[in-house]
């Protein structure tokens, strides 16, 4: 194996790196890993650190899952990848029964692809075609409303329904026109409120745009809960509820993105079950195959599907597949992904992990530059302040988030912030002393750099 001192010579001359600035990447040492195991990361030098932010919110059973292993290696015994245009696998065809069975009542269709950004295209591309050409359709329909601060992949369609302009607006003539709504970021409310006082202006401001874009809108677009990318922005309780009410008044299509939040992360499986809400549409990818291979679901409801089926041949097939679509691999590390949260009961497991994650968050409060934590499940966005009064951010240039994420590597710990919210996002596997490990180093870390 090549040395840590090569491999860092060919990252800097031949990598470009994702969401990176890469003038700066490459005057620093870059950090490598070569394995992992449980919830650690082990780098080329043999130093072990935390997975505080599991693989980028993917492997919630942590690394190295026996059980994961051996399903992989199984399938690689059989047949590593086979399409699905003109046939069928054997695991992509049992993973679809049991995504349905665990997603709410009424989900049915599976349709794969391969990351997030494509289960949100493809999501997107099922309701304009619904609209356009079935029965119960509305060719009017033609716009998409979704929220500021939303984020939903790195593809044209999923950027047009992104709402982050760090990240879109260099795009924006490339992008087809829909309705923002105002994101319920209540620590700086968009409405000049304080929880306290608030008559829930989003509330009705979500109610107004729905009821002067609602008859040309395709579908509306939501990350259930939690706007992850956004700095894990929580929305008030009842505000998915809200607009699933306000989607099924005026016909429009509900997509749910639970890329970030599905599998766990908020407490239970789907974020959608704590509302109760079943959308037309759910988008599921990141933890679906535990951070194994890359897999995503779109899955519909009966009504949408049905909107595929008649006699017009060429209205009614969906125009869209990709090679690796269903991946049999990906697929069966889908399958014992589940089975290994059903076998090891891990989301009874999880409460009084968050339980105690939510008590060691709350003395993080008391930290001086420390504006406002959020927390869900696991989810958990750590807002830093220049001034706790006021809400004064600090200057953009200081980048106080990424130099906090830098300094805990120091204490064994990898995390990685959204600007000035540092995220934490553990594996569901997490220990209780690994959850002590990741608050103190957070702790350490924002001491050191904000004091
Ligand atoms: N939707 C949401 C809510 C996400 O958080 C993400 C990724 N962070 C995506 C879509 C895109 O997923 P991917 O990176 O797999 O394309």
Not at 42 to 61: K, P
Not at 154 to 163: F, K, Y
Not at 183 to 193: E, I, L, S
Request: hydrophobic share 40%; proline share 3%; glycine share 8%.
């Amino acid at each position: 194996m090549s040395t840590t001192q090569e491999l860092q010579h060919i990252d800097r001359t031949n990598v470009w790196h994702p969401f990176t600035q890469m003038a700066e990447w490459v005057q620093n040492d870059q950090l490598i890993i070569e394995s992992g195991k449980d919830n650690w990361l082990i780098d080329t030098e043999g130093n072990r650190y935390l997975d505080g932010v599991s693989s980028l919110w993917t492997n919630v059973h942590g690394h190295c899952v026996l059980e994961i292993d051996k399903a992989v290696q199984e399938q690689l015994t059989k047949i590593a990848h086979t399409t699905m245009l003109g046939l069928a696998s054997v695991p992509a065809t049992e993973l679809a029964k049991r995504l349905v069975d665990i997603l709410p009542d009424g989900l049915t269709r599976v349709f794969y692809s391969d990351s997030g950004s494509t289960a949100v295209e493809v999501a997107l591309k099922i309701a304009f075609q619904f609209q356009q050409q079935a029965e119960k359709g509305d060719p009017n329909r033609t716009k998409f409303i979704s929220m500021q601060n939303a984020y939903h992949g790195d593809t044209i369609g999923s950027v047009a329904v992104g709402g982050m302009d760090l990240f879109h607006a260099t795009y924006k003539h490339l992008l087809f026109q829909g309705e923002k709504v105002t994101t319920p970021y209540c620590y700086r409310c968009p409405f000049g409120k304080e929880k306290a006082n608030c008559n829930r202006d989003c509330f009705q401001h979500v109610e107004d745009v729905l009821e002067q874009h609602g008859s040309t809108a395709a579908a509306f677009v939501i990350e259930p809960l939690v706007q992850g990318a956004a700095g894990q922005i929580m929305h008030p309780e009842g505000y998915l509820t809200h607009v699933r009410d306000l989607c099924t008044r005026h016909n429009v299509i509900l997509i749910a993105d639970e890329v970030a939040v599905g599998f766990g992360k908020t407490g239970t499986m789907f974020a959608c079950e704590q509302e109760n809400v079943t959308p037309d549409i759910i988008c599921l990818a990141k933890g679906i195959s535990a951070g194994y291979l890359p897999l995503a679901a779109t899955v519909a409801s009966e009504e949408i599907y049905n909107g595929f089926l008649g006699k017009h041949e060429e209205f009614k097939t969906f125009f869209h597949g990709h090679t690796y679509t269903g991946n049999p691999l990906a697929c069966a590390a889908a399958i014992a992904n589940l089975d290994y949260f059903e076998d090891n009961n891990v989301m009874e497991k999880l409460q009084p992990k968050i339980a105690h994650l939510q008590n060691r968050l709350a003395t993080m409060l008391e930290l001086e530059h420390v504006g406002e934590i959020r927390n869900h499940g696991i989810m958990t966005g750590i807002e830093l302040v220049q001034n706790k009064e006021t809400k004064e951010p600090f200057e953009t240039a200081t980048k106080i988030g990424h130099k906090v994420c830098i300094e805990a590597r120091k204490h064994g710990v990898i995390i990685r912030n959204l600007g000035d919210v540092v995220v934490l996002m553990p594996p569901l596997s997490i220990t209780l002393s690994e959850i002590d490990l990741l608050c103190n180093a957070t702790t350490e870390a924002i001491k050191a750099v904000t004091e």
